[in-house]
């Protein structure tokens, strides 16, 4: 029996490319927001997945939703697109 390691050659060529670069580190953190608040607003949608919702899950569940858009937004607001390219 050949054990395949994920690093050898032959499966995937290690490369100095598999790092995130400086830009998509910058994307991703001006992306934070949406990601932070798409992260809530899965936590109240698990956590409502076995019960019937009362009153104060229906406004923690509209709370998530209202953040969610709010900061899509603002990204959407302060992202500014690169002359001939993406942003």
Request: glycine share 4%; proline share 6%; net charge negative.
């Amino acid at each position: 029996m050949e054990f395949i390691a994920a690093l050898q050659d032959r499966v995937t060529p290690w490369s100095d490319g598999l790092e995130p670069s400086d830009a998509e580190l910058d994307a991703i953190e001006a992306e934070m927001p949406v990601i932070c608040a798409e992260v809530e607003l899965l936590d109240v949608r698990i956590a409502l997945m076995d019960r019937v919702p009362n009153e104060l899950d229906e406004r923690r569940f509209r709370r998530a939703v209202h953040r969610l858009l709010d900061a899509r937004r603002i990204v959407a607001a302060t992202s500014v697109q690169a002359p001939g390219g993406a942003a």
